[in-house]
């Protein structure tokens, strides 16, 4: 047997929703030293480029091609969060999946994340590693696959904690810091000049409101003395109909620029988004967005309890404005140190490499008994 053989195999399920699951698991990889390989849906769609020693497995979708009658029962089973009946798709996913973990025995399984994929690995006697997200995840469902998981992973430190997480959950989950984007180190900030027009940014991916155009315009009008500057979003109707000092710069290659310059950010309460702009060490507003779960309203409470941003449940009145950017521009970058401390993607692979190597052992071991 080669040395490749003979190293812990380990498998990553990455979930489709967001770039997010995927970003995380690349940079976890790129620390990894065990043998790899990535599990997930819509690899074209999510522009999958891994080295060609990691393989890589596309399941169907289970979101495609559904029935309208069987998708009244997808909800059926309080275990699981998405069951629909009389789905080629799901049918194919779960053989192949399970296909693939019989035939590979994995030593063990991420799972980034899915609850249907944790009960189908636990099933077939796969040890697995379940990645923490915020949120109120007590429901049957989460509690059965973090019951299944040898480890629960969060990828924020324990201060970054939701006081509402039972003990148990806590007692299982590993935590690291937040995971280093290694081009925002070399960042410059601008001084701070307060004589100056203050910069506010808006920062937006494919999410936010249907109505966002008319939050950005009554923010804009209520900060006459500020820049305020959309970043992620296409300008709606004519210049003459927005206020004078509301500038939407589209999709842009240089984000972080444009961010760095700015006073204040506003943004969505993800994850990434969040983590970067800590990382950066960006004064900002975080406005929670409709998500399963209350995520990003659970997020925006560990935000302000740890005063690391003006955390938001929903869009501001337009008079909130001014005392919101003021509050803002007095918040403390410097208390995102602590969660960068070290590098949130080494010390994950470091733990599912332990973990690897325990399974991988425990496996070779000889003695078998029956019941």
């Not at 923490?132 to 469902?141: C, E, M, W």
Request: hydrophobic fraction near 40%; charge should be negative.
């Amino acid at each position: 047997m080669d040395a490749i053989e003979q190293r812990p195999h380990v498998g990553f399920y990455v979930h489709y929703h967001g770039m997010g699951h995927k970003q995380r698991t690349a940079a976890i990889l790129d620390h990894l030293r065990s043998e790899a390989s990535v599990i997930a849906s819509r690899r074209q769609a999510m522009k999958w480029d891994l080295p060609a020693s990691i393989e890589f497995l596309e399941l169907a979708c289970d979101n495609d091609s559904l029935s309208q009658a069987g998708l009244q029962h997808a909800n059926d089973v309080p275990g699981l969060h998405f069951a629909p009946l009389w789905s080629d798709n799901v049918t194919d996913r779960v053989a192949r999946y399970t296909d693939w973990l019989n035939r590979t025995k994995p030593d063990v399984m991420v799972v980034d994340v899915s609850v249907e994929i944790s009960m189908l690995t636990r099933l077939a006697s796969i040890p697995q590693i379940v990645m923490r997200q915020h949120g109120l995840r007590d429901d049957p469902a989460h509690t059965n696959a973090y019951a299944a998981a040898q480890s629960l992973l969060a990828p924020f430190p324990e201060m970054m904690e939701d006081e509402m997480t039972p003990r148990w959950v806590r007692d299982k989950t590993v935590y690291v810091d937040g995971f280093h984007k290694r081009d925002l180190f070399t960042i410059e900030r601008p001084e701070s000049n307060e004589a100056r027009q203050a910069t506010i940014a808006f920062l937006f991916g494919h999410g936010g409101p249907q109505d966002v155009h008319r939050h950005l315009s009554d923010a804009a009008s209520s900060l006459p003395h500020c820049q305020c500057v959309v970043i992620g979003k296409d300008a709606p109707g004519e210049p003459a109909e927005r206020a004078s000092n509301l500038h939407y710069l589209g999709w842009v290659n240089d984000v972080t620029k444009h961010v760095v310059a700015a006073d204040v950010v506003v943004t969505a309460a993800g994850h990434n988004s969040v983590m970067e702009l800590g990382q950066l060490g960006s004064k900002f507003i975080a406005i929670a967005e409709p998500r399963p779960f209350a995520e990003q309203l659970r997020k925006v409470a560990v935000l302000n309890r740890e005063q690391l941003a003006i955390g938001l449940d929903d869009w501001p009145m337009p008079h909130q404005w001014p005392t919101l950017i003021q509050q803002a521009r007095k918040l403390d970058p410097s208390r995102w140190k602590a969660i960068f401390l070290q590098d949130g993607a080494i010390q994950a692979a470091e733990h599912i490499d332990q973990v690897a190597s325990w399974s991988h052992h425990q496996r070779r071991q000889p003695a078998r008994i029956s019941l």
